[in-house]
């Protein structure tokens, strides 16, 4: 009996022994082996990085180089050469090893592509080959679950469905709507300049971020805007939360501590819950009472204006495609994606045409011709399109400062791109900025504001036509580019219109990265109300 027992006992810590021993061999092989075998495999197709660190992979590296970089502002010789600075790692890498080469990201594989042949095979021909990057949860909470995530038949489905709302006689709609919160801006800027002596100091990013809320809340909500601004607005907070814990996301768990800013968000979560379910059922039973008073003329002028939760409840009534939840992450998704990247090119461009006062100036005399130099009037739908200048202004904002200014895939399968083996699980960083400064396509003065380039258009700007890639490429390209520049010509239209405005002297040029392109330290400028003048 004693035998029996012993040598059952054995048998257990053997097999015990034995499982930790093929954990342990799994583990080493996905943090030291596999690395290896896969640098060996690219240097053997002649692609080459940093070498892999051990657990860490390169990201020390990386983090003291973007740290050095942003140590010191832009040089005041070369203000718009901001790769080095803002994607320092690359720019650092990139003259040893080529524009395609490999970092290591912990233990996962990071192919970095700038090619733009390549770029087109990751996103258009090849693309079923690749995924969406998963976001760390952090940002997943704060980006929601909707289309940017999504993936497959429910991606394909809900792309169909909101797709309508940004089609251009749809946007059209909510140009007095995005006008009038912008003149609003421009009076109160107007009452502060004559209260201090002629001209106002403002950063403007703040004041920006409400003139997106405004237009993302009315493509959103349509004629439940002010019930949606109450439910937006507590989402705005709830951001504010997430991204500070987005600083902390190396502490392991953070996000589920109940510490008090997190039980704050759980607590805006659930209300924002509350009033999207509350919003949802009030439209979906039909009720024509719940527009406000101050949508009152709104409702009869938008009959017919596609929102996105229209959208939403009408494809969740027709084939009960939409549940409630999937409404609710797609309201969050689109709050994060339409707001603060719409801010940061209104941003850079101000900065932009404060820089350059000779485009400043040409912008306006195009604006006055088309739009009048009536300060009370606001451009309108059929303005925007005759708007030349300022679209070339545009675009070359979105060129040297893309608010995004990177995107990720990662290889669902083993695939080739550009003559290369990718294995699956190898993730590929594609520096869109990177593209945009890149002098083979844009020639030597790539790192100069010259919106002339585009005279004759985005794909006739550079060598080739797909190293203008702003709003990403193929099936998965941004869906609210055209609302994001109607809203930006609108709003430098109005703003040109009623204003001189050059850099302050508190302005330090310094763009920097956190999820999207920041001036690092604000964006101060002084504005000057114009005194109106006919147009020539
Ligand atoms: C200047 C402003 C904007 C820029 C630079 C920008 C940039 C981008 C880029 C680069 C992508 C593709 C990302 C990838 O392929 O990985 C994207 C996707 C997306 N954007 Fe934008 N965006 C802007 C404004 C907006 C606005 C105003 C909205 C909403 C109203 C929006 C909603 C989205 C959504 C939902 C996606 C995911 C589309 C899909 O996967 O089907 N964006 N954006």
């Not at 994607?87 to 090619?115: D, M, N, S």
């Not at 001189?500 to 990265?513: E, R």
Request: hydrophobic content about 45%; glycine content about 8%.
């Amino acid at each position: 009996m004693m035998a029996a027992v012993s040598w059952s006992g054995v048998a257990v810590a053997v097999t015990a022994a034995c499982v930790a021993l093929h954990v342990a061999a799994r583990v080493l092989d996905a943090v030291w082996w596999r690395p290896r075998r896969l640098e060996a495999h690219f240097a053997g197709q002649g692609v080459r990085g940093p070498p892999y660190r051990f657990l860490v992979g390169c990201v020390r590296e990386m983090v003291s180089l973007m740290a050095e970089a942003t140590a010191s502002p832009m040089p005041a010789s070369q203000p718009h050469n901001a790769l080095p600075r803002v994607l320092a790692f690359y720019h650092y890498w990139r003259k040893i090893y080529g524009a395609t080469f490999l970092i290591w990201f912990g233990p996962t594989p990071r192919l970095t592509v700038a090619e733009p042949d390549m770029v087109r095979e990751i996103f258009i021909t090849k693309a079923a080959a690749f995924d969406r990057y998963e976001a760390h949860p952090v940002v997943r909470q704060l980006e929601g679950d909707g289309l940017v995530s999504l993936h497959g038949d429910k991606w394909a489905l809900h792309r169909r469905v909101l797709t309508p709302a940004f089609f251009p006689d749809n946007l059209n709609r909510l140009v007095p709507h995005v006008g009038r919160s912008v003149a609003k801006l421009a009076e109160t800027w107007r009452a502060m300049a004559s209260a201090g002596g002629g001209e106002v100091e403002v950063d403007v990013a703040e004041w920006f971020q409400a003139v997106a809320e405004e237009a993302i809340t009315r493509a959103t909500f349509g004629r439940s805007y002010v019930s949606g601004r109450v439910v937006f607005r507590m989402q705005a907070r709830l951001m504010a939360f997430a991204s500070e814990a987005f600083r902390k996301v190396l502490v392991p768990g953070y996000r589920f501590l109940p510490t008090k800013k997190n039980r704050m968000s759980w607590g805006l979560d659930r209300e924002i819950r509350r009033g999207l379910i509350r919003l949802i059922g009030r439209r979906s039973g039909g009720d024509a009472g719940e527009e406000d008073d101050e949508n009152a003329e709104m409702k009869h002028k938008d009959d017919g204006f596609k929102d996105l939760l229209g959208l939403m409840i009408n494809a969740g009534a027709v084939n009960k495609a939409m549940p409630v939840e999937d409404m609710l992450e797609e309201c969050k998704t689109f709050f994060f994606a339409g707001k603060q990247t719409t801010t940061n090119l209104l941003t850079w461009a101000t900065v932009l045409l404060a820089m350059h006062p000779e485009w400043q100036e040409r912008a306006r005399r195009e604006v006055l011709a088309v739009c009048g130099d009536d300060a009370g009037e606001l451009p309108t739908k059929d303005h925007l399109p005759k708007l030349k200048t300022l679209g070339m202004i545009l675009n070359e904002t979105l060129r040297l400062y893309p608010p995004a200014v990177a995107t990720i895939r990662r290889a669902k399968c083993d695939v080739t791109v550009g003559g290369i083996a990718i294995p699956r699980d190898t993730e590929l960083l594609v520096p869109i900025m990177a593209i945009h400064h890149d002098a083979r396509f844009w020639g030597a003065d790539a790192a100069q504001f010259n919106p002339a380039r585009f005279a004759g258009g985005a794909a006739r700007a550079a060598k080739h036509p797909l190293a203008f890639v702003p709003f990403g490429l193929g099936s998965r390209m941004c869906i609210g580019q055209n609302l994001a520049i109607l809203e930006a010509k609108l709003t430098m239209a109005i703003l040109l219109q009623r204003f001189d405005l050059k850099l302050s002297p508190n302005y330090v040029h310094a763009p920097t990265v956190l999820m999207l392109l920041y001036p690092q330290y604000g964006a101060p400028f002084i504005f000057r109300p114009r005194q109106s003048q006919p147009s020539d």
